[in-house]
């Protein structure tokens, strides 16, 4: 590796391969930002898939579910996958929420008593609103207005006791039951650590541990044997050959942008306002080799419109625009 310009394109051809079903999609990603569900689907699209009706076809058949995973943020991945990412990230969740769910009045007991409801009342995919309704139904407790409802959901899923499946109405996701069985967490990371430097690779183990939320001791362990291609850096596969440009337009919240310790070699400094301006909005974005070139919008008629950071040529991005403008229909 002889420069950031060879680097950034070697991450992006790792990143944007080609495609295959929602859950294969998913699974080498690994894992897509799901916590606004347009953006998930165009991160799926950036990666290869063709047809977003595919993603919901793929939550009600229980091939890709959802639940909060690296970072505490919720994350779309195959239904097999699942247990291991639990093994690392379920009580990790659950110990950095036990503050607030205390303030919610999510109290022990309270929990306790969802916990022993839970397998009479989630039967069927459910709502949010109409899962606590049936659990205080049971004497559960929950305050059914404000956080706490989205807290104790959070909660559950780390326990392994539901996750998110198919919409069982527009923009409202279904919760289903999730029995998972033990996985050992050295194995689960070993894993992750795999997918991840197949996905974003080169890395370092800081990125690995910046993207998962995991502790540096654990990633160095997990790291141990995979391919390093440079000093601290691990890839899979060889650097990509010369060729035209890798252009994508990303959703907000994509993986490339929140996938590395540092985004100041991809995002220059000056633009990155643009980009995330605060309060943990990040802006969908023009990718070009690796590089941040501009920030885009849906406009009237459907089609992207790109807002370039310095004068570039439309046709750099024209040929992309059309694609995701097709995906969205």
Known sequence: MTSDDELLRWRMHSQFRDGGTVAAVAGRAPGIQAQDAAAARLGLRARGLTEAAAVERAYADGEVVASWLMRGTLHLVPREQLPSLLALFGERNIAAGARRRRELGLTEEVLARA???LPEVLTEPLGRA???A???GRGVGVEPTGQAPAHLTAYLAGRGLLCRGAEVAPREPGYVPLTVEAVDPEEAAAGLAARYVAAFGPVSVADFAAWSGLPQALGKRAFAGLPEVADGLHATGEAPG???????????????LLGYRDRSLMLDQRFAKRVNAGGGVVRPTLVVDGRVRGTWARGKDG?????????LPEELWAAEAGAVAEFLG
């Open 303 to 311: 089609r992207p419109v790109v807002e370039p950071f310095e004068p």
């Open 130 to 132: 109409e899962l606590v």
């Open 134 to 136: 049936r659990l205080n």
């Open 115 to 117: 916990e022993r409801a």
């Open 242 to 256: 010369p060729g035209g440009p890798v252009v994508r337009l990303l959703g907000a919240y994509d993986n490339y």
